[in-house]
């Protein structure tokens, strides 16, 4: 410890140093009593210590002070303690107990199975972004390998009839917003000559999705911020999405549809 | 206890404390008017709590601790012009001469112009000799805070003190 801080420290202490042994202090006094200048300059701070507490108590007390107290106090009553009643405390039965811990339970169930079961829908953005998310753009074939096969609770038979001779493959199951399974199906597709455009071919039940497409026609998402282009429509109760691996989106239009959309 | 008992005890708080309150008072507000009422009303206050009190040898504590409260709630002035910052007077002043003339006057003049928690901390120092354990007590703050407010404000009373003609940061301009 330096002189500068030992000083400090001391300065709490009284001028007779009982409180030197006092642990806070026990350091500082310890550098003190080996140092010769702080030793010094301490005497005379305990010095002019003992006059600032002569001088501090040098208040004249006025004449009659005491008893102008005294009279004071005696004018007004003395309030005895109050007794506060305190109401009995209030005890849940058992069997309220039971009915509120079952109560907790159920909601708690509830709050869980709403977040992680199944939400009332999701937006048709939220479902580009998870599955912008899932396959992200790479020059290599989307992988499916690592799914299961669709096992969801609505009926991923492809209805639109110009898709349903596209599709290459059986479908897999995805859980896009839902853990009670799959929500949504999907299909390898190839089109066109040779069978050389080809992509995804995702299908959503349109109930689960709070703001599903309309158009019955493939429509092409304008966002530049999807990596890949991506066309979705709308079948009967069936939302279509369409990610491509090879080719461009006009060619898979035209292909199908006959022109451009 | 019976109201006369509790009417014998209050006097008899009142003889042993009433001095050092009223001076505890005067030197926190640098007014004789509010030492008084200070005083009266710490008291008043005891009388009111009475039942609050429950150890007999901490009465002096719960008094001083009741009148540094009033004080700060309802009797302290407005200290805008009259306190100096802490650090314009904090320096080490370590080759203060220990035998400097001191009144009274001159030493509430500069108490004046402590800010007040390093007021309260420093005039139960020096006014009843206090340790700086039942210094933390009395202001309910922790050990440490009260040692570094008693080592600046005394180190910034000293400087105060040591100048022989202090200059008046209360007077008008």
Same mark, same amino acid.
């Given at each position: 410890m330096d002189c500068q801080s030992a000083r400090s420290m001391l300065d709490a202490s009284r001028p007779d140093r009982r409180d030197w042994q006092e642990p806070e202090l026990r350091e500082a *006094?310890?550098?003190?009593?080996?140092?010769?200048?702080?030793?010094?300059?301490?005497?005379?701070? /305990?010095?002019? /210590?003992?006059?600032?507490? *002569? $001088?501090? *108590?040098?208040?004249?007390?006025?004449?009659?002070?005491?008893?102008?107290?005294?009279?004071t106090l005696a004018a007004k009553p003395i309030v005895p303690p109050v007794a506060i009643e305190v109401p009995p405390r209030f005890?849940?039965?058992?069997?309220?107990?039971?009915?509120? =811990?079952? $109560?907790?339970?159920?909601?708690?169930?509830?709050?869980?199975?709403?977040?992680?079961l199944g939400r009332g829908g999701v937006t048709l953005n939220e479902v580009y972004a998870d599955i912008n998310s899932r396959f992200p753009l790479t020059r290599?074939?989307?992988?499916?390998?690592?799914?299961r096969p669709f096992n969801g609770r609505f009926d991923a038979t492809i209805t639109d009839p110009r898709w349903i001779d596209a599709v290459t493959s059986e479908p897999v199951g995805l859980n896009l917003f839902s853990l009670w399974g799959h929500d949504a199906a999907i299909y390898r597709f190839a089109v066109g000559r040779s069978r050389s455009l080809s992509g995804l071919l995702i299908l959503m039940d349109a109930? =689960?999705?709070? /703001?599903?497409? $309309?158009?019955?026609?493939?429509t092409r998402r304008h966002s530049r911020y999807d990596p890949r282009p991506q066309v979705t429509w709308r079948h009967g109760d069936q939302v279509y999405v369409c990610i491509l691996e090879r080719g461009t989106l006009d060619e898979v239009l035209r292909a199908m549809y006959g022109g451009t959309k | 206890m019976s109201d006369g008992q509790a009417q014998i005890e209050i006097s008899r708080l009142v003889e042993e404390h009433y001095e050092f309150l009223y001076?505890?008072?005067?030197?926190l507000s640098g007014s004789p008017q509010d030492a008084e009422d200070l005083t009266q009303q710490t008291f008043v206050a005891a009388q009111r709590n009475w039942g609050q009190l429950r150890e007999g040898d901490k009465a002096r504590a719960w008094l001083t601790a009741i009148l540094r409260n009033l004080w700060r709630k309802s009797?302290?002035?407005? +200290?805008?012009?009259?306190?100096?910052?802490?650090?314009?007077?904090?320096?080490?002043?370590?080759?203060f001469p220990a035998d400097v003339p001191l009144t009274s006057e001159e030493l509430q003049a500069a108490l004046n112009?402590?800010?007040e928690e390093y007021r309260a901390a420093v005039v139960l120092f020096y006014l009843e000799d206090q340790s700086y354990r039942e210094i933390a007590e009395?202001? +309910?703050?922790?050990?440490?805070?009260?040692?570094?407010r008693l080592s600046r404000g005394k180190t910034a009373l000293r400087r105060l003190l040591r100048v022989e003609h202090p200059v008046d940061l209360t007077a008008e301009e």
């Open positions: *006094a310890q550098h003190a009593l080996n140092c010769g200048p702080c030793e010094g300059v301490l005497s005379e701070r /305990d010095i002019f /210590d003992r006059r600032l507490s *002569a $001088t501090m *108590a040098d208040v004249a007390i006025p004449a009659g002070l005491k008893e102008w107290l005294l009279q005890r849940l039965s058992r069997r309220a107990w039971l009915v509120m =811990a079952g $109560t907790l339970i159920v909601a708690l169930l509830g709050g869980w199975a709403y977040w992680f290599e074939r989307i992988s499916l390998e690592h799914l109930h =689960a999705i709070e /703001d599903p497409p $309309t158009s019955p026609v493939p | 001076r505890f008072a005067y030197r009797f302290r002035r407005p +200290e805008a012009g009259a306190v100096i910052p802490l650090e314009a007077v904090a320096e080490p002043a370590d080759d112009q402590l800010p009395i202001l +309910e703050i922790p050990i440490g805070t009260v040692m570094s």
